[in-house]
């Protein structure tokens, strides 16, 4: 069982790479996220260069390493292959924490603080909501409110 799980993942990986366009950047972004998941997630998030810096600030603190030159190529590759585009509107009363953390660059601690508020409290009906939930960043929320829906 382990060795076919093994396999899967394997073969996983070098599907992930696979879906990589060629560019400047792209061995760079290899290098830094396939150390901790697959590439697949690593690129599934669809945002604009800000929203991409701070994913990689965010990496950055959980222990990634890379120099500002291979962070910057990443920057400029992430932005031009995974552009923000139509990214849909976030239902913060049914997001999880990951879509919480991805779609407003939250840390995981705050989505867990959205998602247990709203477990107790009830579904959020304005951004006033969620400005009563303690240490959350509320800035970011503030500047992505555009994409939230109740």
């Known amino acids: 069982m382990t060795a076919y799980i093994l396999i899967l993942a394997v ?14 950047g792209r061995a760079e972004i290899e290098k830094m996220c396939k150390g901790c998941h697959e590439m697949a997630r690593s690129i599934s998030l669809r945002q604009d260069r800000d929203g991409w810096s701070s994913t990689m600030s965010k990496m950055t603190a959980f222990g990634m390493k890379a120099t500002e030159q ?13 552009p923000a585009g139509d990214v849909p509107p976030l239902n913060i009363n049914k997001a999880t924490a990951i879509q919480l953390e991805s779609a407003l660059s939250l840390r995981r601690s705050q989505a867990a603080a959205i998602i247990e508020y709203r477990t107790r409290n009830g579904q959020f009906k304005s951004i006033d909501d969620l400005k009563k939930i303690p240490n959350i960043d509320i800035a970011k929320i503030e500047s ?4 939230i829906v109740f």
């Open 11 to 24: 073969i996983a990986t070098t599907a992930a790479a696979q879906q990589l366009p060629d560019g400047p």
């Open 144 to 147: 992505k409110k555009g994409r």
């Open 70 to 82: 291979e962070t910057n190529l990443a920057l400029d590759y992430l932005a031009k292959h995974y």
